[in-house]
């Protein structure tokens, strides 16, 4: 969490207590977990990446760090309920390969 931030003030408020780790997680997530802005921050992140390499690079593979990246993108993705045949309306999956 960044200092200062609601989210940061709000666990703050809680005391540290196992009792209350429970009931700040919950409560934390309920006010500040936003799958639908996370979704389009990961797309956002996947196109910038893929237009970067074309712009840069213009290869036909990916050098394999860009690989991992997009990779870690697309798992962000289903781990938000987003699975992989949904992501081939932002990136053709089967088109990205390392070299």
Do not use: C, Q, W
């Not at 977990?33 to 036909?60: A, Q």
């Amino acid at each position: 969490m960044k200092p200062k931030s609601g989210a940061t003030e709000f666990i703050e408020s809680y005391p540290v207590t196992s009792e209350n780790y429970d009931k700040a997680f919950l409560v934390l997530k309920k006010h500040f977990r936003k799958p639908e802005l996370l979704v389009e921050v990961y797309v956002r992140e996947l196109i910038k990446m893929i237009i970067t390499n074309v712009k840069v690079d213009n290869r036909d593979r990916l050098p394999l760090d860009r690989y991992d990246k997009i990779e870690a993108h697309l798992r962000a993705l289903e781990s938000l309920g987003l699975k992989s045949k949904e992501n081939t309306a932002v990136i053709s999956h089967g088109g990205i390969v390392p070299y």
